[in-house]
């Protein structure tokens, strides 16, 4: 354990040289759990499929055909997140399960049915999934997703009878 901490304590001092040398307003931060690259303008983010990928290689190793997969930025990145106007996880998605049971008068084996009919999960029209912890994720939904919700069920009223029965057969 101690072999651990000593190796964590070089790559902070190494780090915080590298900062000292180059300056912190020339320092860019890539996060590949969140998928962001932190800029001195603001966030670049990433598709978490990308992030996931990144690999790093060393200064002339670099083989067309038998390197490793690579981002390559080149010219000026555009695009740049403004952090002080993104609108919060909550007003994007303000949903939970619990909000939908209340509205709807639905169980969770109703709710799961309806997730698989309308193929909501990864689709960031209707659904997030935020992680709270290194192991653990909680599951919000848009307001788009429940006025589409609530307009199937008002206008097909065995919608969701219909969907339970095709999700045990099909889904689960």
Request: glycine share 8%; aromatic share 12%; charged share 30%.
């Amino acid at each position: 354990m101690s072999a651990e901490r000593e190796k964590e304590k070089l790559l902070w001092l190494r780090h915080v040289e590298k900062i000292g040398q180059v300056g912190p307003q020339n320092i860019h931060l890539i996060d590949t759990f969140n998928g962001e690259i932190q800029t001195g303008q603001g966030r670049i983010l990433l598709d978490k499929s990308i992030a996931n990928k990144l690999k790093f290689i060393k200064e002339g190793e670099f083989s067309e055909k038998n390197g490793a997969p690579t981002l390559k930025l080149v010219g000026e990145v555009t695009g740049v997140v403004d952090t002080t106007n993104i609108p919060r996880t909550d007003v994007l998605y303000p949903y939970r399960f619990g909000d939908f049971k209340y509205k709807f008068g639905i169980n969770n084996y109703e709710f799961q049915a309806i997730l698989w009919k309308l193929d909501v999960k990864g689709n960031s029209k209707y659904h997030t999934e935020i992680s709270i912890g290194k192991s653990s994720s909680t599951h919000k939904y848009s307001k788009e997703f429940s006025r589409r919700l609530k307009s199937i069920l008002d206008r097909y009223p065995s919608w969701l009878k219909e969907t339970k029965e095709e999700y045990k057969v099909n889904g689960r």
